[in-house]
């Protein structure tokens, strides 16, 4: 496919990422294709990112690292790493399945490696959904990724993928998804969205490599 065609293919909706001159990949997103993935991901990140902490922004002086001078005490230590505040597999389904177990066989070290990870592992699930949102025009239109913000594209939609995937009880039968499809209703709509979001990710790879 030559450079053009990608751009020219880049400028129809509904056909998903094309590679383009310079490196990264581009879409065009319909104004109903725009706003559904902005639902999408808002949700995600949402659902990922929690409330807020109680009493606000931070402070400089509370975010401010101990003095060489003074051993930081167990509290102190646990605010420097971001320790989770639970080192329990998540009771959400879809919670579970985006911060899942690292250890599945050993629930006490699954328990630990949790503590020490689980805060910049939704951190970073937050900030992927945030570039997309960040990129996605409200009203559709065409989008433009760096290498960079394409990585982010990536990971966010994957997050959806799997989001969905568990609210729907997607498997890996295709011929099972087929039928529910095709019965109608709410599920066949998920499902359909599902599989639009697996075009926008295997065209997303395809982009770029």
Do not use: C, H
Not at 48 to 76: F, L
Not at 94 to 101: G, K
Not at 130 to 145: A, C, I, Q
């Amino acid at each position: 496919m030559t450079g053009q065609t990608a751009r020219e293919d880049a400028d129809v909706p509904g056909r998903g990422f094309r590679a383009v001159r310079g490196g990264g990949a581009a879409a065009r997103f319909a104004a109903a294709e725009a706003a559904l993935l902005r639902s999408l991901a808002g949700q995600v990140a949402e659902l990922i990112g929690g409330d807020p902490p109680p009493g606000g922004a931070e402070t400089a002086q509370d975010t401010a690292p101990p003095s060489p001078s003074a051993a930081p005490d167990a509290s102190e230590l646990e605010e420097m790493f971001a320790l989770s505040d639970s080192a329990a597999l998540p009771d959400d389904p879809v919670l579970a399945r985006l911060l899942p177990d690292a250890y599945p066989d050993d629930p006490a070290a699954a328990g630990e490696f949790r503590r020490y990870t689980e805060s910049s592992l939704r951190s970073g699930k937050v900030a992927a959904a945030m570039t997309l949102l960040g990129t996605l025009p409200e009203n559709g239109g065409r989008v433009r990724l760096s290498a960079d913000e394409a990585q982010a594209w990536l990971r966010s939609l994957n997050d959806i993928r799997l989001a969905l995937g568990v609210r729907l009880n997607v498997t890996e039968d295709r011929d099972d998804m087929l039928a529910r499809t095709e019965q109608g209703g709410p599920e066949a709509a998920g499902l359909w969205v599902y599989d639009w979001l697996t075009m926008l990710q295997e065209t997303l790879v395809e982009a770029l490599w």
